[in-house]
């Protein structure tokens, strides 16, 4: 896990199966809106969106971070607290 910038996060799975990946985000998730629920004020209200993608083939790492940043705009389109798998069609 690392930073990009702002408020955007790197998670790489290695090794593990999409529906794998999706489980630990959704783990994640749920994890840090108890915590928060449970520490932080009750105005503080944390969210947290994710983009996810399958790499089964060679990618730049520009186009990997291009389509997952558009799953992830699209899971917040869809009222946040959501991960959004990006298919390639």
């Known amino acids: 896990m690392g ?3 702002g408020e955007e996060f790197l ?13 630990s985000l959704d783990v994640f998730r749920c994890s840090l809106k108890e ?7 009750n105005e503080i209200k944390l969210t947290f969106s994710a983009g ?4 089964s083939t ?3 790492v520009t186009s990997v971070l291009e389509n997952t940043d558009i799953a992830l705009y ?7 607290g959501k ?7």
């Open 3 to 5: 930073r990009l910038g």
């Open 11 to 23: 998670f790489i799975f290695d090794n593990v199966s999409l529906k794998e990946a999706l489980a």
């Open 35 to 41: 915590t928060s629920q449970d520490k932080l004020s």
């Open 52 to 55: 996810l993608m399958a790499i």
């Open 58 to 60: 060679s990618q730049s």
């Open 74 to 80: 699209q899971a917040k389109e869809y009222g946040r």
């Open 83 to 89: 991960t959004v798998i990006f298919n390639c069609l």
